[in-house]
């Protein structure tokens, strides 16, 4: 499996910006799907975005489109997620997830996740 670390979390005002990293180290990052999860206090986990090992398709929640990107850098292991114009109600704990596919999302290996607060 695949060891994942995420960070670039923080408090942030509405409207501003933040740039998520999740790290990963162990097997062959690049043979992985890779995606952004988020759960809010209450309330189970819920996919905000994706991007496939090859061609780097990228696929977002309604919720998110628009205002976040996905991307991924497989020199340095690393996936990132910009979030602009963020909202209240985008405050959650965020985790990064690398599963064999997109089909199979989620699945394999979490990392601790990083907290997103955003004030109003």
């Known amino acids: 499996q695949v060891q994942l670390v995420e960070s670039g979390g923080g408090l942030v005002q509405a409207g501003g910006s933040l740039r998520l990293s999740c790290a990963a180290s162990g097997r062959t990052f690049s043979s992985y799907a890779m995606g952004w999860f988020r759960q809010a206090p209450g309330k189970e986990r819920e996919f905000v975005a994706a991007i496939t090992w090859s061609s780097g398709r990228t696929y977002y929640a309604d919720s998110v489109k628009g205002r976040f990107t996905i991307s991924r850098d497989n020199a340095k292991n690393t996936v990132y997620l910009q979030m602009n114009s963020l909202k209240p109600e985008d405050t959650a704990v965020y985790y990064c997830?690398?599963?064999?596919?997109?089909?199979?999302?989620?699945?394999?290996?979490w990392g601790q996740g990083t907290q997103v607060t955003v004030s109003s």
């Open positions: 997830n690398a599963a064999p596919s997109i089909a199979t999302m989620p699945s394999g290996s």
